[in-house]
Nanobody
Framework: QVQLVESGGGSVQPGGSLRLSCTVS????????MGWDRQAPGKGRENVAR??????TYADSVKGRFSISRDNSKTTVYLDMDSLKPEDTAVYYC???????????????WGQGTQVTVSS
């Protein structure tokens, strides 16, 4: 059974920084693209950042402020958030595309979410 566990959310003032972490546990054949989504109150879920083996992508709203990375084991993904703004307030969800068997497809998995609040 695959689990994604996030940590690092919290409250911060505008201009501050936070680091989110997410570790994937369980068993799988292949772990592919990982990333972070977020959902603000009353809004739809937004793709914030993705990281593959060699590339990263970011939403325009966070480019230059957020940075996504993976550890050497490739099972932990981080989101470093700088120059935070009130509009970054949301629940942040870790996600990963995971292949359970050699013949199966990649399927998306999400963590339970961690709250980030940016307020003075």
């Amino acid at each position: 059974q695959v689990q994604l566990v996030e940590s690092g959310g919290g409250s911060v003032q505008p201009g501050g920084s936070l680091r989110l972490s997410c570790t994937v546990s369980g068993s799988w054949f292949s772990l592919g693209l990982m990333g972070w989504d977020r959902q603000a109150p009353g809004k739809g879920r937004e793709n914030v950042a993705r990281i593959g083996l060699e590339s990263t992508t970011y939403a325009d709203s966070v480019k230059g402020r957020f940075s996504i990375s993976r550890d050497n084991s490739k099972t932990t993904v981080y989101l470093d958030m700088d120059s935070l703004k009130p509009e970054d307030t949301a629940v942040y969800y870790c996600c990963a595309n995971i292949k359970s068997s050699v013949s199966g497809p990649y399927k998306p998995y999400w963590g339970q979410g961690t709250q980030v609040t940016v307020s003075s």
